[in-house]
């Protein structure tokens, strides 16, 4: 992809095609309490709070996932480490409305990260999907 890095996540622990349970996704991301990764470009470390789990699995944007996106969104969850790690183009961001308070008093910062869950379509064909607007590719394969 044009030389950006991109992780490949082989382990899918949420399959369900009927959604997925976000109380399981919440309980996993806990294990991520404590630790912190650093982002290769910058060398910032960026610290796993306690208030990660339950804003990653409850909030608006993950309640208006929907399909595929929905199970990518999810299987993201055992790359976190590695999606912090390849972080790039660093930008700040207003909390709007005050929705955070003391939590986002100086805003917040959003990165760009990419990753891919390799998946067999009916068609044979392997679809890619990424972080910051998640969205099938549908090109080609690559000829090996």
Known sequence: MEGSPIVIINDIRFQSRRGID???VEKYLKEYIGKYFEITETSEKIY??????????????TKRLKGANTKAKANMT???GELIQIATEKAQYPDYNNKHGEKAK??????????????????????????VRTKKETSEPHEQ
Request: charged share 25%; net charge negative; aromatic share 22%.
């Open 22 to 24: 976000w109380n399981k």
């Open 48 to 61: 796993i709070g306690s208030d990660f789990p339950d804003e990653f699995s409850h909030s608006n944007d």
């Open 78 to 80: 055992s790359a976190i």
């Open 106 to 131: 100086l805003g917040w910062y959003r990165y760009n990260t990419k990753f891919g869950i390799p998946v067999y379509d009916a068609d044979g064909k392997l679809y890619l999907y990424d972080l």
